[in-house]
Nanobody, 121 residues
């Protein structure tokens, strides 16, 4: 099983960006998918997660109302729509697979390679 995240880039504060994560191998629809991020000098932190069927989503407080996680099980894809971006959203963003909804990176079993999002002020 492999996860590949893409869609990052350099944006200005207030802009929107959509990250995508493509999964290959395994049974995508059985697993929870999440997005995490890691800023320079900081620990990896939870951003959002979505249940296997897509009916339940979770967000860290700092992105609630601005970010939306979604998935398309027919395409083995998970997305993170990011609106009203702020400089503090600057980080490498990773998609990850887990058995259950989790905010803990250590509980995720498979990771994508990360995509850089830089938000300029």
């Amino acid at each position: 099983v492999q996860l590949q995240a893409f869609g990052g880039g350099l944006v200005q504060a207030g802009d929107s960006r959509r990250l995508s994560c493509a999964a290959s191998g395994g049974t995508f629809s059985r697993y929870v998918m999440g997005w995490f991020r890691q800023a320079p000098g900081k620990e990896r932190e939870f951003v959002a997660a979505i249940s296997s069927g897509g009916g339940t989503t979770y967000y860290t407080d700092s992105v609630k109302g601005r970010f939306t996680i979604s998935r398309d099980n027919a395409k083995n894809m998970v997305y993170l729509q990011m609106n009203s971006l702020k400089p503090e959203d600057t980080a490498v963003y990773y998609c990850a697979r887990s058995i259950n909804i989790t905010t803990t990176p250590q509980a995720c079993e498979i990771w994508g390679q990360g995509t850089q999002v830089t938000v300029s002020s």
